[in-house]
């Protein structure tokens, strides 16, 4: 209880009035501004709880670094070389470890009882969502601008020059957003937080290091290579790698954005699925 | 006021099926609008899946309601634009303060960014929170959280407010102020069913009351019509010594000319009565044939008592039944 202690209950004390009586509805809040709103809550969100920005201060620190110095020499006996081929593939490799993070809060987040308060309004129902996507979306803003200033200071010249690295970034964002879709509908499908975190980070492995991010992949074997050749996260890391260094096809680019077609159309309706009949 | 165009809540036949276990089975309602419409039952009589029925967050698998004139599965969205639940659970968001959670409902419901924080502030003043304000909820204390919730819930106000358990868990103070709250809304036109485990919070703040278990309306009524159906009260009686309870129970049954329960409590004995006159001179018999009592009360019937009488089990039973 507050400290203001009266021997009668405070609420009592007030006239009722006005405050019981605010019947007249405004107009319904268009999709955008719905969105925009609960954003806001993921920021809020952030700001009450600094420490959650770490995982995306440090993941990019120690995986650029990690990869850059450990296997710069082994594979492309020279660090300075490798990291030009290497950078445009840790950012993408950061970025979508970042949006894991995403299934599994939505996971805790559907159990608390404002859910219930947020699926009887007459709002657009995927708001909360697309809400809470944009709200992540600052947060891979983040993890990228970092993993980039970070090759940059250790030697990474982007042959694309400003406008490449910044399409490469918006292009990177969109293909999250896009990914994040399978993320949700994990984090809705599944149980605890937990058995989330274990799947995606299973789902990620595999498609982040049977790809091209950190060799070559004529290197692998004819199996592994197939497997490649339809890894959208390798069309991505391509694409991203070829805006980056300013020769990228618009064939690479389109690629990308197919797959992110794809996923949307894919996931975002059995997200909004599993959604509408989470607890019936 | 009888007309069926008053009627705030009218259903039939409410069914849900959670896998094998039928938690609402054929519930029928009729709820005149304006007052407090009381939901008396214990857990996992189907209280809460009937409410979350007609707030629209659940589909019914069968049986058809009309909550303010609108089919709750044809209109959904008409019903949701008036009706306003406030669920067992705290439905508010833990990780953000009071503050924001007003203004983020109101944005939510189509307020400009101004008009948002007006009411937001209107609201925390009214429901006595203002100093919390600016607090994350998960610091509030339980009665906090309920009337923060409440505030949530009214931040449009709604025709129709869904109280399940409001008070379950509080203090007698912030009980006390959750009923005041609710009395101001009524008193502002706005119609509440509640759902209550208590038959004293029934009696307190309800026009009518019905009565659910095991997913039916078992009786319905006024609350004093409810408690006359159980007769005045009843006579708790704890004995010194446990091997007089068969000689007690026959002097009591016949001193009062109605059946005595022997409670689980194998000291002590219970007895519904209509009228307290006969209660002291059964107590005098008791000790005239030499049995002493330790204890006596003369009480208002208990939910359990009500479901005693309504269901010949108790609440408690009708719960582990039930889960």
Request: aromatic content about 6%.
């Amino acid at each position: 209880m507050s400290t203001t202690a009266p021997a009668q209950p405070e609420v009592a004390e007030r006239p009722p009035g006005s405050v019981f009586r605010a019947r007249a509805r405004p107009p319904r809040p268009t999709a955008l501004s719905a969105s925009l709103t609960f954003a806001w809550r993921a920021l809020l969100k952030i700001k009450h709880v600094p420490q959650q920005l770490f995982d995306i201060i440090a993941v990019p620190i120690v995986f650029t670094l990690v990869f850059t110095y450990m296997l710069g020499g082994a594979l492309a006996r020279s660090t300075g070389e490798y990291l030009q081929f290497l950078l445009p593939g840790v950012v993408t490799q950061t970025v979508l470890s970042v949006t894991m993070y995403t299934g599994s809060t939505l996971n805790g987040d559907v159990a608390q009882g404002v859910f219930d308060r947020f699926r009887s309004l007459p709002i657009w129902r995927p708001a909360i969502l697309v809400g809470a996507l944009l709200g992540d979306a600052v947060r891979y803003l983040i993890a990228s601008t970092l993993a980039i200033a970070i090759g940059l200071l250790i030697g990474f010249h982007p042959g694309g020059g400003l406008a490449g690295v910044l399409l490469a970034l918006l292009l990177l964002l969109v293909f999250a957003f896009s990914l994040s879709w399978l993320w949700t509908t994990l984090g809705l499908v599944l149980r605890t937080p937990q058995s989330v975190t274990q799947v995606s980070m299973t789902v990620l492995f595999l498609l982040t290091f049977a790809s091209n991010i950190f060799v070559d992949p004529r290197t692998m074997p004819t199996w592994l290579q197939a497997a490649v050749a339809v890894n959208p996260v390798a069309h991505l890391v391509t694409a991203v790698r070829g805006l980056m260094h300013g020769t990228a096809t618009l064939a690479q680019i389109a690629w990308v954005l197919l797959c992110c077609a794809a996923l949307v159309a894919v996931f975002a309706p059995l997200t909004m699925h599993r959604y509408r009949h989470q607890r019936e | 006021m009888d007309s069926p165009s008053e009627l705030a809540i009218e259903a039939r036949g409410l069914v849900k099926v959670f896998g094998e276990a039928r938690a609402v089975d054929g519930v029928d309602l009729a709820v005149r609008a304006g007052g407090v419409y009381g939901f008396l039952g214990p857990n996992g009589a189907g209280k809460t899946t009937t409410i979350r029925m007609l707030a629209t967050l659940l589909p019914p698998d069968a049986g058809t309601a009309r909550v303010l004139g609108h089919d709750i599965v044809r209109d959904a969205d008409a019903v949701r634009g008036r009706v306003s639940l406030t669920g067992q659970y705290v439905s508010v968001d833990e990780q953000l303060t009071g503050s924001e959670n007003l203004v983020m409902l109101a944005r939510l419901l189509g307020h400009s960014w101004a008009g948002a924080k007006a009411r937001a502030g209107e609201l925390l003043d009214s429901f006595g929170l203002t100093e919390a304000a600016g607090r994350l909820v998960k610091t509030y204390s339980g009665g906090m959280r309920r009337r923060l919730d409440i505030a949530a819930s009214i931040v449009v106000t709604p025709d129709l407010l869904f109280l399940d358990e409001p008070t379950t868990g509080l203090d007698p103070r912030s009980r006390n102020q959750v009923w005041d709250i609710v009395r101001a809304l009524v008193a502002e036109g706005t119609t509440v069913l509640l759902t209550t485990q208590y038959l004293d919070e029934a009696d307190q703040l309800a026009d009518r009351v019905a009565v659910i278990d095991r997913g039916r309306v078992v009786a319905e009524g006024t609350p004093s019509e409810l408690k006359a159906s159980v007769g005045s009260g009843t006579l708790h009686v704890r004995l010194r010594d446990p091997q007089h309870r068969l000689k007690a129970e026959r002097v009591l049954s016949q001193a009062l000319g109605v059946p005595v329960h022997l409670e689980s409590d194998p000291a002590a004995l219970s007895a519904r009565v209509s009228d307290p006159e006969p209660v002291a001179r059964a107590l005098a018999r008791l000790s005239r044939s030499g049995v002493a009592v330790t204890h006596f009360t003369l009480g208002q019937p208990s939910l359990d008592e009500v479901f005693l009488t309504l269901t010949g089990r108790t609440a408690e039973d009708s719960t582990k039944d039930t889960t």
